[in-house]
T-cell receptor
Framework: EAQVTQNPRYLITVTGKKLTVTCSQN?????MSWYRQDPGLGLRQIYY???????DKGDVPEGYKVSRKEKRNFPLILESPSPNQTSLYFC??????????????FGAGSRLTVL | AQKVTQAQTEISVVEKEDVTLDCVYE???????LFWYKQPPSGELVFLIR??????QNEISGRYSWNFQKSTSSFNFTITASQVVDSAVYFC???????????????FGKGTKLSVKP
């Protein structure tokens, strides 16, 4: 089944404890992206990747890192999480990223709580 | 700059009522794409429709219909004879045709929460 898989789905952690949210897609998509969803703010892009080894900042990149060493994986790293990073995170992918026509396929979401 | 406005934060209807979710967008480009996504209570994001800026034909899919009006920069979504299973948050989104490698982004509205009561 074509899908985007995120892990963990739920996580409670403490301030400053590094964590990684993994994202993997099995559709051979070039483009991958991370969004966060907060009440009243909709979805905002954190980082995106046009292809392997090509990443760039979205609208809210502060406090996050990403890497794209393989086409299928796009992990989101929080080096020193803070409570304002408590949010619902979505990974998404599409066939290509150089045109707005592509439909994003989203993962199921990862709910992160930072105490 | 791109912007998507969904002025209705929450809507509550009774089953079988028709309901329209409004979406107004802003863009400098003449070529762009508009999307609707559904987020049911389970949390996942489900793609509903994509429309390009050159195609103003309205679309109907079962109980769902979409009205795209370039003159008013609107892309409204109507559910006819709503059902409890339609209860969800609905997001309208916009992307421009060519990113040129500078940014690949889908701009989302803040969403409209629809509650359909039996």
């Amino acid at each position: 089944e074509a899908q985007v898989t995120q892990n963990p789905r739920y996580l409670i952690t403490v301030t400053g404890k590094k964590l990684t949210v993994t994202c993997s897609q099995n559709m051979n998509h070039e483009y991958m992206s991370w969004y966060r969803q907060d009440p009243g703010l909709g979805l905002r892009q954190i980082y995106y990747s046009m292809n392997v080894e090509v990443t760039d900042k979205g609208d809210v990149p502060e406090g996050y890192k990403v890497s794209r060493k393989e086409k299928r994986n796009f992990p989101l790293i929080l080096e020193s999480p803070s409570p304002n990073q408590t949010s619902l995170y979505f990974c998404a992918s599409s066939l290509r990223g150089d045109t707005g026509a592509n439909v994003l396929t989203f993962g199921a979401g990862s709910r992160l709580t930072v105490l | 700059a791109q912007k998507v406005t969904q002025a209705q934060t929450e809507i509550s209807v009774v089953e079988k009522e028709d309901v329209t979710l409004d979406c107004v967008y802003e863009t400098r480009d003449t070529t762009y794409y508009l999307f609707w996504y559904k987020q049911p209570p389970s949390g996942e994001l489900v793609f509903l429709i994509r429309r390009n800026s050159f195609d103003e034909q309205n679309e109907i899919s079962g109980r769902y219909s979409w009205n795209f009006q370039k003159s008013t920069s609107s892309f409204n979504f109507t559910i006819t004879a709503s059902q409890v299973v339609d209860s969800a948050v609905y997001f309208c989104a916009l992307s421009e045709m060519n990113y040129g490698g500078s940014q690949g982004n889908l701009i989302f509205g803040k969403g409209t929460k629809l509650s359909v009561k039996p």
